[in-house]
C-alpha cells in the first residue's frame, strides 16, 4: 500500500487550504446565525476557545454561562479580529464584531463541530496516547509526514474530548493527514470522536496514579482507543513496556493488525543503536537496515523516531524516504529543547524538560543529559528536578527511586524542588552539592548565587510545580549569573 492508494497526496501537489463556509458552520455547530449573517464567499479556517492558540480567520467561542470559551472580557485583546464570534442564545453581543452565531450550548456546540469535521475529513488519522511523550509523538509525526501532503495536529496537548473537538475543527479541511493526541481521561468518549485509523502507544509509566489504581488499570483504559477503531485499522504498540500484552490483546479483540516498535528482538521496528555524539539512529525495519540522524538528542527522541517508522510501515509509506527528515526535528520548549543562555561573560546551555514528569520521562531526561556537553570545556553539570505530582501513595517511593539515575549524571550540582524531591535527597549520597527548597520561588531566589557561567542545567517537573519559571526567569535575564 502506498500513500497515494489511501489518498495522501505527494510533496509538491498544489494544496489549497480551505476553510468553513457560513453553512457549514452553523449546520455543524447547530447554530442559527444572527440578522445579517455571512454571505456565500465567507470563510472561517478554525473555532478559537482559547486565546494564546488563536489562529488569522478563526471564528471565537465567547464564554456564556459554562466554562467553554473565551472570556467576554478578552475578545478585545486577542491577537486578531475574530471571523465571528458564537455565542450562547441569550447572551449578549460582542462590540466590535459584524457576524454572530448563536447556539443553545456552547460546549455540545464544540463537541458537534469536532464530529462534524470528524465526518466530513478524508484525511487518515493517527490517534496519539501514553503515559508520557504524546506532544512530542505528535510534533514529530505531523514533521515527517509532511513530506506527504498537508498534516494538521493537536495543539496545547489539548488532549481531552473538548479540546480534541476544537483541534478537529480547526485542522486544515484539505490535510491528508491528521494527528490528534488522546488523553486517557473520557478515553472511550475520546476515541468515538477521534476514530483513528491508526494508534500509537507511546509507553505506560506511574503516572496519575491519584486516579489510577496501578500501571495496568492505566494500559487498560488507555487500550480504550481501540474500542474507536474498526476493523483492519492498525496498533502500532511500544515493544519494551510491560504491558504490552494487554494492548496487544486488546487490538486482537478489536480485530486490528498491531505493529510493534522498539528494542525488542521481535518488534517489526526495531532500534539496533543510537549512537549519542552523532545522534545517529540504527533501525532495522522489517529486517531492512535503516540509518539516520535525528534532531532530537537522547535515546527516548530515538524510539519516538522508531515509533514514526512504525506509523509510515502502518500507512504503507516510504521509511527510506522519510529518514534524512527526521534531522531536521527539533524539540519543543518545555520538552528537550536545548538553548544557550546569556549568563555574565558566558552562556548556561539549558535543557528545558520543565512541562511535565513521571519516573519514565525523568529517567529519559536524566539519561539525556549525559550526552548533552557543558558550553565550556570543563563547565558544570547541573540538575534542577521538582516534584512529579499526581503520583498517589507511593509518591515518595517513586521520587526515592531515581537516586541511581540521578547518580549516572555525575552532575557537581543537584538543586531539588518540592516536598516530594525531599524524598530523593534523603536518599542521595554527598558525591555532588545539594540544595533543596519546598517551592519554586525560594529555589529561584538562589538559582543567582547556585549557577554558573558555562553549565549545562537541565530543568525537569510536573508543570504544577513550577520550576519552568527558572527556565523564563533565564531566558529573560532576570537572574543575575556570575562568572
Request: hydrophobic content about 45%; charged content about 20%.
Amino acid at each position: 500500500m502506498t500513500f497515494q492508494d489511501i489518498g495522501l497526496q505527494p510533496l509538491g501537489d498544489a494544496v489549497e487550504r480551505r476553510g468553513w463556509s457560513a453553512a457549514e458552520l452553523a449546520a455543524g455547530m447547530g447554530g442559527q446565525w444572527a440578522e445579517n449573517g455571512p454571505g456565500p464567499g465567507w470563510r472561517t479556517m478554525g473555532v478559537c476557545i482559547y486565546p494564546p492558540e488563536m489562529q488569522p480567520g478563526d471564528v471565537v467561542v465567547v464564554r456564556g454561562k459554562g466554562a467553554t470559551g473565551v472570556a467576554p472580557s478578552s475578545v478585545p485583546r486577542l491577537p486578531y479580529i475574530p471571523q465571528a464570534v458564537v455565542l450562547e442564545r441569550d447572551a449578549p453581543s460582542v462590540p466590535g464584531v459584524g457576524y454572530e452565531l448563536r447556539v443553545d450550548d456552547l460546549r455540545a456546540a464544540v463537541l458537534a463541530m469536532g464530529r462534524y469535521a470528524r465526518q466530513t475529513t478524508s484525511a487518515r488519522i493517527v490517534g496519539v496516547t501514553g503515559s508520557a511523550g504524546k506532544t512530542t509523538m505528535v510534533a514529530m509525526l505531523s514533521h515527517v509526514l509532511g513530506l506527504w501532503g498537508v498534516t494538521g495536529s493537536s495543539r496545547a496537548s489539548a488532549n481531552l474530548q473538548i479540546g480534541i473537538a476544537w483541534n478537529l475543527a480547526s485542522m486544515p479541511r484539505n490535510a491528508s493527514s491528521l494527528v490528534v493526541e488522546m488523553a486517557i481521561g473520557g478515553m472511550s468518549r475520546n476515541a468515538a470522536l477521534v476514530r483513528p485509523d491508526v494508534a500509537i502507544i507511546t509507553n505506560i509509566a506511574p503516572a496519575h496514579l491519584e486516579y489510577h489504581d496501578n500501571v495496568d488499570e492505566i494500559a487498560r483504559r488507555k487500550a480504550l482507543i481501540f474500542g474507536g477503531m474498526e476493523q483492519g485499522g492498525v496498533a502500532v504498540i511500544f515493544t519494551d513496556m510491560p504491558q504490552y500484552d494487554i494492548f496487544a490483546n486488546a487490538a486482537r479483540a478489536a480485530g486490528l493488525r498491531i505493529v510493534g516498535y522498539g528494542r525488542h528482538p521481535g518488534a517489526d521496528i526495531r532500534l539496533l543503536n543510537y549512537i549519542p555524539t552523532e545522534k545517529l539512529v540504527e533501525l532495522s525495519v522489517r529486517g531492512r537496515p535503516l540509518l539516520f540522524r535525528n534532531g532530537a538528542p537522547g535515546e527516548h527522541m530515538a524510539l519516538n523516531a522508531a515509533g514514526c517508522i512504525a506509523v509510515l510501515d502502518a500507512l504503507g509509506a516510504s521509511a527510506e524516504a522519510a529518514g534524512p527528515f527526521f534531522s531536521l526535528f527539533r524539540p519543543m520548549r518545555g520538552r528537550g529543547e536545548v538553548t544557550d543562555v546569556p549568563a555574565g561573560d558566558g552562556l548556561v546551555r539549558v535543557i528545558d524538560e520543565a512541562y511535565n514528569a513521571n519516573p519514565a520521562s525523568m529517567a529519559a531526561a536524566l539519561q539525556l543529559v549525559r550526552e548533552i556537553s557543558p558550553p565550556v570545556a570543563g563547565g558544570r553539570r547541573v540538575l534542577a528536578l521538582g516534584d512529579m505530582l499526581e503520583l498517589g501513595p507511593d509518591s515518595a517511593a517513586l521520587h526515592a527511586r531515581l537516586k541511581p539515575y540521578v547518580e549516572a549524571c555525575s552532575a557537581d550540582l543537584i538543586m531539588l524542588c518540592g516536598e516530594q524531591m525531599a524524598a530523593l535527597r534523603d536518599v542521595l549520597e554527598n558525591k555532588a552539592e545539594i540544595v533543596w527548597a519546598p517551592t519554586a520561588p525560594e529555589l529561584l531566589t538562589r538559582a543567582g548565587e547556585l549557577l554558573r557561567s558555562g553549565d549545562v542545567l537541565l530543568v525537569k517537573s510536573s508543570a504544577g510545580t513550577k520550576l519552568s519559571e527558572l527556565v523564563r526567569a533565564l531566558r529573560e535575564r532576570r537572574i543575575s549569573i556570575g562568572a
